[in-house]
C-alpha cells in the first residue's frame, strides 16, 4: 500500500491510496481517492499509518506551493509553505 499526491490546482488535488502487484508487470490499484481538505493547496505527506482495516493520511503544515513548483514565485521552503 502507498500514498500519492495528485497535485491538480486549481481545486481537484486528492490523495490517492493504492496497491502495487507483486508481479511483473507492475500495475496500481487505486483504493481511494481523498480530497484533500485545501484541494487548491495540497499538504506535504511524510508518511502514513496502515492498520488491518484502514489507511491513515495526516495533513502536515506545510502546503506545496504549487505556482512556487512552477517557477512562477517563491515560497518560504523552497516549493513549500508552512
Known sequence: ???ATDISPPFFSSYQVYTVSAQPPW????????PC?????????H??????????VIEQPAAYDVP??????SASHGTLDW
Not at 500495475?27 to 481523498?34: E, G, K, V
Not at 512556487?68 to 514565485?73: I, K, S
Request: hydrophobic letters at 50%.
Open 1 to 3: 500500500i502507498n500514498v
Open 47 to 56: 508518511s502514513f499509518g496502515v492498520t488491518d482495516r484502514s489507511v491513515v
Open 27 to 34: 500495475h496500481r490499484q487505486l483504493l481511494a481517492s481523498i
Open 37 to 45: 481538505d485545501d484541494r487548491a493547496a495540497p499538504r506535504w505527506l
Open 68 to 73: 512556487a513548483m512552477l517557477g512562477v514565485r
